[in-house]
């Protein structure tokens, strides 16, 4: 890479949500506690009332505001992980950081910037029969499950290059692209380090606890 990108790919970057209109909402509306979540509802959406729901129209069907995709079991079950539903545009790393802390407090769970582990997690988590054909050190492709799934939420994707929590001594740190945009060609790309001071777009990763 070795330059900075722009936060824009094929898609407008004007907000920090972009919701598509509203889908159907199925199953339970009653919402679900984070704590007995299973590999079973990866895919569901996490709101500011700490529950989990089928999607995001289920979410705001009872009076909640969906906020992160579930998409990771931890080992032995004791933690997930999900993925911010929104996210900021043009940000450094130490101001990325800034806006995770803005974020909205759910029960027994901690926001982040992610890991590329966290990341090869949650995509690995989503996969289907047909994905992760290709996995070397610097893509994971095709990543269609996580793809479909989030798509399911309701909600809208942007293919960017995020920040990663994964620092490079401390001035650089990595980045990482979900491209999920083209149905024809899905993959997460794992990126080079970058100068803190370049302009990334910054998505969060939910932790939260699987035990009561």
């Known amino acids: 890479m070795g330059m900075a990108m722009t936060c824009v790919t094929m898609t407008s970057c004007s907000k920090e949500d972009n919701p598509v209109d509203d889908v159907p909402s199925v199953g339970q509306t009653t919402g679900k506690e984070l704590s007995k979540l299973t590999t079973a509802e990866i895919g569901w959406v996490i709101a500011d009332d700490s529950k989990a729901y089928p999607n995001a129209a289920a979410a705001r069907a009872a009076g909640a505001e969906p906020l992160a995709m ?61 994905d992760l054909k290709t996995v070397t050190e610097m893509k994971m492709t095709p990543i269609n499950g996580f793809k479909n799934k989030f798509e ?61």
């Open 152 to 212: 399911a939420t309701g909600e809208a994707w942007e293919d960017l290059w995020y920040w990663t929590n994964d620092e490079d001594g401390d001035n650089r740190a990595y980045v990482v692209s979900a491209s999920i945009q083209n149905p024809s060609f899905t993959q997460l790309r794992f990126g080079n380090s970058e100068p803190k001071s370049y302009p990334y777009a910054a998505r969060a990763v939910l932790w939260f606890s699987l035990i009561d």
């Open 70 to 130: 579930f998409a990771y079991v931890g080992p032995y079950t004791m933690h997930g992980l999900a993925i911010q539903l929104g996210f900021t545009c043009d940000v450094n790393w130490n101001k990325a950081n800034q806006y995770v802390k803005t974020l909205p407090n759910i029960n027994h769970a901690l926001w982040s910037l992610p890991t590329k582990n966290d990341w090869k997690n949650m995509v690995t988590a989503c996969k289907v029969s047909e």
